[in-house]
């Protein structure tokens, strides 16, 4: 990612990294203004580019597994174990209703 910036961002990115290796975490550093106006122009860019995108049909299916394996990840649960639960909190959580709610 660093290689979408120019030159000059990029050694400012680095010189900043040299310089907190060698502070406390406590360190705050003043704000960057070339690092504010890059991520600024960056995030204008971007939403310009996401407004241009057509609508995509994902399928919404693979997103709710693809979450549900996440959040059951994260309180610990393998795909072997606590189907039933499994099979509840399938029932529960559906991304397709989420974003049809909004």
């Not at 400012?12 to 040299?18: A, G, N, P, Q, V």
């Not at 310089?19 to 106006?37: M, T």
């Not at 393998?78 to 559906?94: A, C, G, I, T």
Request: aromatic share 10%; net charge negative; no cysteine.
């Amino acid at each position: 990612m660093l290689g979408l910036a120019d030159l000059r961002v990029q050694d400012k990115i680095y010189e900043l990294i040299e310089l907190k290796a060698g502070k406390n975490e406590d360190y705050v550093h003043p704000r960057e203004p070339l690092l504010d106006g890059f991520l600024h122009e960056t995030i204008l860019k971007n939403e310009q580019v996401a407004q241009e995108l057509p609508a995509g049909k994902g399928d919404i299916e693979r997103l709710d597994d693809f979450y549900r394996n996440i959040v059951l990840g994260w309180v610990g649960l393998k795909d072997e174990q606590d189907s039933d639960l499994r099979k509840n909190f399938r029932n529960v959580f559906n991304v397709k209703q989420y974003f049809q709610a909004l």
